[in-house]
């Protein structure tokens, strides 16, 4: 029954968030198009699967991902777990949770290519470019870079180190990135990045960074616990931007073996043909010799 009540509540609060969003619809399409809404009826039952979806996954949200993320952090960060028995931990080494790092690691890979988000925009990117970018190849890398910039997170709140001295970091290598990258994935990077940070990513790496932050002595969850987002955010845009760097290079080196092939058999026919002209030649003259004699 309570479970009930949590639902209604929470699908009443998904009502009144999203009627904004429905009144400014309606209203460009009504008053400013001045046309009807063509398949009201699907329209209609899609705008409830919508509120019933967002109001399940909020439910989900605080019932299962808040609570895991947390829980696997304090965890992993557990001087039982670190010091194998200890009750409390005297000292703060880096390389003692290096389990963290991993589980980091693997949870923002696994979130990040369970992203709905991503998943859109990476299907959009496909069919407009023809194929030329991958989907899966595209979500890997974005995936790869959430990954380590999550696991680096983790590492800087276990040491303690100033959150923008990375950020400043990371996005000077992006700038420099953005001269070097084929302009064509230069936006999409971007936007990558703001689209990695959605509805599965971020209460896990949430969690984990407030949970990691309050059972590390000497860390403020307010001040350490935040920034692991960020991390996510920018590694992303780092990944992407590698990966069409990497594939533009090699490209470029398929097209200068093929060219190369080319030239050498463009050289071998030239040969050929200047081999059998002087071969003809040498029989031309050959005959003649025959002749007046």
Known sequence: MALLLEFLQTLKNTVVDVLPILSIILGFQLLVIRKPIPHIKQVSFGFIYVLIGLTLFLLGLEKALFPLGKMMAEQLTAPEFIHQGA?????VHWSDYAWVYVFAAAIGFSTTIAEPSLIAVAIKAEEVSGGAI???????????GVSVGIA????????????????????????????????????????????????????????????????????SPLIDGFGLIAFASLFSIIAVMTYAQLTHAKAHKIERKVEKRQRIKINKRKLRQKKQEADQTSNDINQQDKQDR
Do not use: E, M, W
Not at 87 to 91: A, F, I, N, R, S
Not at 156 to 182: A, K, M, N, S
């Open 152 to 219: 680096l997170g983790s590492y800087r709140i276990v040491v303690g180190h100033p959150l923008h001295y990375y950020i400043i970091t990371g996005y000077v290598i992006v700038v420099i990135q953005t001269f070097y990258c084929p302009k064509l994935l230069v936006p999409l990077a971007y936007d990558s990045g703001g689209v990695t940070t959605s509805t599965v990513t971020v209460p896990l790496v949430a969690a984990l960074g407030l949970g990691l932050a309050s059972t590390i002595p000497g860390r």
């Open 134 to 144: 991958n989907a899966n190849s595209l979500r890997i890398s974005v995936a790869i």
């Open 87 to 91: 009750k409390v931990l005297t000292t």
